[in-house]
Nanobody, 115 residues
Framework: VQLQASGGGLVQAGGSLRLSCRAS????????VGWYRQAPGKQRELVAE????????????GNVNSGKGRFTMSRDSAKNTVYLQMNSLKPEETGVYYC?????WGQGTQVTVSS
């Protein structure tokens, strides 16, 4: 299985981005998927997660430390892709974002939030 994350970029504080995690070799059905962020010099941390992508869309309601009320996960089964919609981004949310599923990491996509 391979996971390909994309959609990162440079955005001003308060802006939005939608990250994509496309899977090849396996199909997103009822498995768990997580999005993680790694800021420079820091450990990778969980940003949003779904224990069952079959139940998406899902609004991050505080199960993780980041993105409460601002991050939403969704899925496009036709594209075999899971998304992370991030709104009202903050500069401290700059980092490389990774998706994680079936014990595999995607290659990461850079998100830079300018103040």
């Amino acid at each position: 299985v391979q996971l390909q994350a994309s959609g990162g970029g440079l955005v001003q504080a308060g802006g939005s981005l939608r990250l994509s995690c496309r899977a090849s070799g396996r199909t997103f059905t009822t498995n768990a998927v997580g999005w993680y962020r790694q800021a420079p010099g820091k450990q990778r941390e969980l940003v949003a997660e779904s224990s069952n992508v079959g139940t998406l869309p899902y609004v991050n309601s505080g199960n993780v430390n980041s993105g409460k009320g601002r991050f939403t996960m969704s899925r496009d089964s036709a594209k075999n892709t899971v998304y992370l919609q991030m709104n009202s981004l903050k500069p401290e949310e700059t980092g490389v974002y990774y998706c994680y599923a079936w014990g595999q990491w995607g290659q990461g996509t850079q998100v830079t939030v300018s103040s």
